[in-house]
């Protein structure tokens, strides 16, 4: 063996040159997939301050006094943020219209009704937890039910808080200030923000490879500095970003208008799927090899495959790729003794395959932006579907955790989500105006909006009291700054006004960072509002902190004892639909190893596994301490970790069964035989799942199957596409094995005494 293959000392990591500024820029686009937080953000302060704007001139002409101007500014506001919102949950630019065509119908409803009851006290106020109760069952009619018990309440609220200066009679005043608002969202949405699904798309590939850029990047830094913690971790998040895009390009090619002309979805969808495949195996790959002792010159062939594909060089990677295969057939055929171990060749072979394969998909891309498929297009069915331009998150394995009973007798009550929330605000804003009434007569308003708010996008109880808690700490810090602000800026209304507009910016624009960000933004416009009405006082605000502190512990408290979702259930969900998924990848593969056939339906197994992952990510992500069955730190990250491999080992499984032969039919029954009993093991974890039982469930691996069946084959070598293919099984086995004893579950093993 050459002197160059002995293994040798890491190198010394490298120094990170200065970022020049394109790459601050394509960190700012990776981070906003398709500049959905941006444009979101943007749309609502220039409709917000269009909105402000016609208003001021339409009281202004009507000869209305100062407090009447900013008080019609602060209705078009509201119906200019609420609007923002409304586009994002319709594909279809006519159903964006007709849904903000309809906008002012439930609050012009609502303002009249609170202004016929705002004289009689106790009336107006049971009428605001009926309209809350109402507003929360008009979920069952989608998004526009949602939006409509929105405005419904909104415009209760406002008929509620002016009924002191106005009568019912007075009603088409308010009428006209909600028209003129719906009216500039509209123009709005379709002159500044035209919902272009075509557009969407373009923007999100442009974000997804940014994405890659990062990925590839984080390779780097973690090859340079092997066993950080901190870079191994960003790693990993980054990885889950990536195929959060993925999955959102994927969302977007359900619309036959999002495709570029010539395009297909079917095209599209694999481009996007392979590439995202198979950096993140490059990704995978060279973690594992930062962390191991290679030839000399390897590690830096490695980091010369990472940097060319972070800078969407395909040839340079292709380069690398190819002289570390080189390399790699020089050590296989030295000497026994001087070989590399049997896991690193199989690692590095897979290093070098996926990247040579990324490298062609980029080339492809790059070569033919609007690909063609020949003959029909058939209907792209996506794993997912956005809600509000974003991945659902926790959202649907919630609602199945709310119509199934739960183990403790408190959560056995099986309800639709619409309806338990129907129950649950009615309690919390009951709650809510009986306590805040106690602390301020006239401001328990502000306890009431807090209750409302802690139901929107939050779907389960700790969700609802993880958003509580941050919008308490969002209106504490708002009223710091809005103190400050207000003392600063006084009665400068130009300034004022410029103060909201930027205040709300960032804080829509970082709401999917933390909703705390959004609370403070709208704590300082309130902050400006009081100033202009003259009643701003130090005190008003520290009384607003003091009533949002008693509505989230009341919707907290609800949540927690009335009809609660626990996050234990949603995890159970979001577990066994990953299991579900993970098995239909494996039967799926299982068949294409023993008959040839089209790869289209595994890919989009292994997409629903993708989604499967993300729920469950965005399930226990709040707590991921609360998981099934599982106690103690050490458990917790072992469920994780084993959920996270298991995923990764099947799309492996996905690639190796594509470019593997098929097998002599004498070994395929025992490959059936071996598929059923992995399938049988899987299903055993979901029937403990679904009953809390761990103990005294088994899982039966399978492992030994698989590896007899490889035994048998005549392949040449341990890196052949069928011999990889049986080792992903066995992975697979291993990584639920892994999560079963981390559940407490018994594990045998059919070739040891256990």
Same mark, same amino acid.
């Given at each position: 063996?050459?002197?160059?293959?002995?293994?040798?000392?890491?190198?010394?990591?490298?120094?990170?040159?200065?970022?020049?500024?394109?790459?601050?820029?394509?960190?700012? /686009?990776?981070?906003?997939?398709?500049?959905?937080?941006?444009?979101?953000?943007?749309?609502?302060?220039?409709?917000?301050?269009?909105?402000?704007?016609?208003?001021?001139?339409?009281?202004?002409?009507? #000869?209305?006094?100062?407090?009447?101007?900013?008080?019609?500014?602060?209705?078009?506001?509201?119906?200019?943020?609420?609007?923002?919102?409304?586009?994002?949950?319709?594909?279809?630019?006519?159903?964006?219209?007709?849904?903000?065509?309809?906008?002012?119908?439930?609050?012009?409803?609502?303002?009249?009704?609170?202004?016929?009851?705002?004289?009689?006290?106790?009336?107006?106020?049971?009428?605001?937890?009926?309209?809350?109760?109402?507003?929360? *069952?008009?979920?069952?009619?989608?998004?526009?039910?949602?939006?409509?018990?929105? %405005?419904?309440?909104?415009?209760?609220?406002?008929?509620?808080?002016?009924?002191?200066?106005?009568?019912?009679?007075?009603?088409?005043?308010?009428?006209?200030?909600?028209?003129?608002?719906?009216?500039?969202?509209?123009?709005?949405?379709?002159?500044?923000?035209?919902?272009?699904?075509?557009?969407?798309?373009?923007?999100?590939?442009?974000?997804?490879?940014?994405?890659?850029?990062?990925?590839?990047?984080?390779?780097?830094?973690?090859?340079?500095?092997?066993?950080?913690?901190?870079?191994?971790?960003?790693?990993?998040?980054?990885?889950?970003?990536?195929?959060?895009?993925?999955?959102?390009?994927?969302?977007?090619?359900?619309?036959?208008?999002?495709?570029?002309?010539?395009?297909?979805?079917?095209?599209?969808?694999?481009?996007?799927?392979?590439?995202?495949?198979?950096?993140?195996?490059?990704?995978?790959?060279?973690?594992?090899?930062?962390?191991?002792?290679?030839?000399?010159?390897? +590690?830096?062939?490695?980091?010369?495959?990472?940097?060319?594909?972070?800078?969407?060089?395909?040839?340079?990677?292709?380069?690398?790729?190819?002289?570390?295969?080189?390399?790699?057939?020089?050590?296989?055929?030295?000497?026994?003794?001087?070989?590399? +171990?049997?896991?690193?060749?199989?690692?590095?072979?897979?290093?070098? /395959?996926?990247?040579?394969?990324?490298?062609?998909?980029?080339?492809?891309?790059?070569?033919?932006?609007?690909?063609?498929?020949?003959?029909?297009?058939?209907?792209?069915?996506?794993?997912?579907? %956005?809600? #509000?331009?974003?991945?659902?998150?926790?959202?649907?394995?919630?609602?199945?955790?709310?119509?199934?009973?739960?183990?403790?007798?408190?959560?056995?009550?099986?309800?639709?989500?619409?309806?338990?929330?129907?129950?649950?605000?009615?309690?919390?804003?009951?709650?809510?105006?009986?306590?805040?009434?106690?602390?301020? +007569?006239?401001?328990?308003?502000?306890?009431?909006?807090?209750?409302?708010?802690?139901?929107?996008?939050?779907?389960?109880?700790?969700?609802?009291?993880?958003?509580?808690?941050?919008?308490?700490?969002?209106?504490?810090?708002?009223?710091?700054?809005?103190?400050?602000?207000?003392?600063?800026?006084?009665?400068?209304?130009? /300034?004022?006004?410029?103060?909201?507009?930027?205040?709300?910016?960032?804080?829509?624009?970082?709401?999917?960072?933390?909703?705390?960000?959004?609370?403070?933004?709208?704590?300082?416009?309130?902050?400006?509002?009081?100033?202009?009405?003259?009643?701003?006082?130090?005190?008003?605000?520290?009384?607003?902190?003091?009533?949002?502190?008693?509505?989230?512990?009341?919707?907290?408290?609800?949540?927690?004892?009335?009809?609660?979702?626990?996050?234990?259930?949603?995890?159970?969900?979001?577990?066994?639909?990953?299991?579900?998924?993970?098995?239909?990848?494996?039967?799926?593969?299982?068949?294409?190893?023993?008959?040839?056939?089209?790869?289209?339906?595994?890919?989009?197994?292994?997409?629903?596994?993708?989604?499967? *992952?993300?729920?469950?990510?965005?399930?226990?992500?709040?707590?991921? #301490?609360?998981?099934?069955?599982?106690?103690?730190?050490? %458990?917790?990250?072992?469920?994780? *970790?084993?959920?996270?491999?298991?995923?990764?080992?099947?799309?492996?499984?996905?690639?190796?069964?594509?470019?593997?032969?098929?097998?002599?039919?004498?070994?395929?029954?025992?490959?059936?035989?071996?598929?059923?009993?992995?399938?049988?093991?899987?299903?055993?974890?979901?029937?403990?799942?679904?009953?809390?039982?761990?103990?005294?469930?088994?899982?039966?691996?399978?492992?030994?199957?698989?590896?007899?069946?490889?035994?048998?084959?005549?392949?040449?070598?341990?890196?052949?596409?069928?011999?990889?293919?049986?080792?992903?099984?066995?992975?697979?086995?291993?990584?639920?094995?892994?999560?079963?004893?981390?559940? #407490?579950?018994?594990?045998?093993?059919?070739?040891?005494?256990?």
């Amino acid at each position: 063996m050459s002197a160059g293959i002995a293994p040798q000392p890491a190198p010394e990591p490298a120094a990170r040159p200065i970022r020049p500024p394109y790459e601050w820029w394509e960190r700012f /686009v990776a981070s906003d997939p398709g500049f959905t937080r941006l444009r979101t953000a943007g749309q609502a302060v220039a409709t917000i301050g269009a909105a402000m704007l016609a208003e001021f001139l339409l009281a202004r002409a009507a #000869g209305q006094n100062e407090a009447a101007v900013v008080l019609a500014m602060m209705i078009g506001a509201v119906v200019g943020m609420i609007s923002t919102f409304i586009g994002p949950m319709f594909q279809r630019p006519l159903a964006v219209l007709a849904s903000l065509a309809l906008v002012p119908v439930p609050m012009i409803a609502g303002m009249a009704l609170g202004l016929a009851l705002a004289p009689f006290h106790v009336a107006a106020l049971v009428s605001l937890v009926v309209v809350l109760a109402a507003g929360a *069952y008009l979920r069952r009619f989608g998004p526009r039910g949602f939006f409509a018990g929105q %405005l419904l309440f909104m415009g209760d609220f406002f008929g509620f808080f002016l009924g002191r200066l106005l009568t019912i009679g007075q009603i088409g005043q308010l009428a006209l200030v909600v028209v003129v608002a719906s009216a500039v969202a509209i123009i709005a949405q379709f002159t500044l923000f035209y919902p272009s699904r075509r557009t969407a798309l373009r923007r999100l590939r442009r974000s997804f490879v940014g994405r890659v850029s990062q990925v590839a990047d984080a390779a780097v830094d973690l090859l340079d500095d092997p066993g950080d913690k901190l870079k191994t971790r960003r790693l990993h998040r980054l990885l889950i970003r990536l195929n959060e895009g993925a999955l959102m390009i994927d969302a977007q090619l359900a619309d036959p208008a999002a495709l570029p002309p010539g395009a297909t979805a079917a095209s599209v969808h694999q481009r996007i799927f392979d590439s995202e495949l198979t950096l993140t195996n490059t990704a995978r790959f060279a973690e594992y090899l930062a962390a191991t002792d290679l030839p000399t010159g390897v +590690p830096e062939k490695i980091r010369e495959a990472l940097v060319a594909i972070r800078d969407h060089e395909p040839d340079a990677a292709t380069a690398a790729a190819a002289d570390l295969r080189r390399r790699l057939r020089t050590a296989n055929t030295a000497e026994a003794s001087d070989r590399l +171990p049997q896991t690193t060749r199989i690692v590095l072979h897979r290093f070098v /395959v996926s990247v040579i394969g990324h490298a062609e998909v980029t080339r492809i891309i790059n070569d033919r932006d609007q690909p063609v498929d020949p003959g029909d297009a058939e209907p792209f069915d996506p794993a997912v579907t %956005l809600s #509000g331009g974003w991945l659902p998150g926790s959202q649907k394995v919630s609602a199945t955790a709310s119509t199934e009973a739960g183990v403790r007798w408190l959560d056995r009550v099986r309800l639709e989500p619409y309806a338990r929330v129907t129950i649950q605000m009615t309690v919390a804003v009951t709650g809510s105006i009986i306590v805040g009434s106690l602390l301020s +007569p006239q401001r328990f308003y502000w306890a009431v909006i807090a209750t409302f708010v802690t139901f929107l996008g939050a779907h389960n109880a700790t969700e609802q009291i993880r958003k509580s808690a941050y919008r308490v700490l969002g209106t504490l810090v708002g009223v710091l700054l809005g103190v400050v602000l207000a003392h600063l800026i006084g009665h400068h209304t130009r /300034v004022s006004i410029l103060v909201i507009l930027i205040a709300l910016f960032f804080g829509i624009y970082l709401l999917r960072v933390s909703y705390a960000f959004m609370v403070t933004g709208i704590t300082v416009m309130l902050a400006q509002l009081y100033v202009q009405l003259n009643e701003f006082s130090d005190a008003l605000l520290l009384l607003r902190l003091a009533e949002t502190a008693v509505g989230a512990a009341v919707a907290s408290l609800t949540v927690l004892f009335v009809l609660p979702v626990r996050i234990r259930q949603v995890v159970a969900v979001a577990t066994r639909e990953h299991l579900q998924a993970l098995d239909e990848v494996a039967a799926r593969a299982v068949d294409r190893l023993g008959e040839a056939g089209s790869e289209v339906e595994l890919r989009a197994a292994a997409r629903r596994l993708d989604a499967a *992952y993300q729920a469950l990510e965005a399930a226990t992500r709040p707590l991921r #301490g609360r998981l099934p069955g599982v106690t103690g730190g050490g %458990l917790r990250e072992q469920f994780w *970790y084993a959920a996270t491999a298991s995923r990764h080992y099947a799309r492996n499984l996905v690639i190796d069964t594509g470019w593997s032969s098929c097998l002599p039919e004498t070994l395929t029954t025992e490959l059936q035989t071996a598929a059923k009993l992995l399938s049988t093991s899987i299903a055993e974890i979901i029937a403990a799942i679904d009953a809390a039982s761990f103990a005294d469930r088994t899982y039966l691996r399978s492992a030994a199957l698989f590896d007899r069946i490889a035994s048998d084959l005549d392949d040449e070598d341990v890196t052949t596409p069928r011999q990889l293919a049986f080792r992903d099984l066995e992975l697979i086995d291993g990584a639920l094995a892994t999560l079963a004893q981390s559940l #407490g579950m018994q594990v045998n093993s059919l070739d040891t005494a256990r």
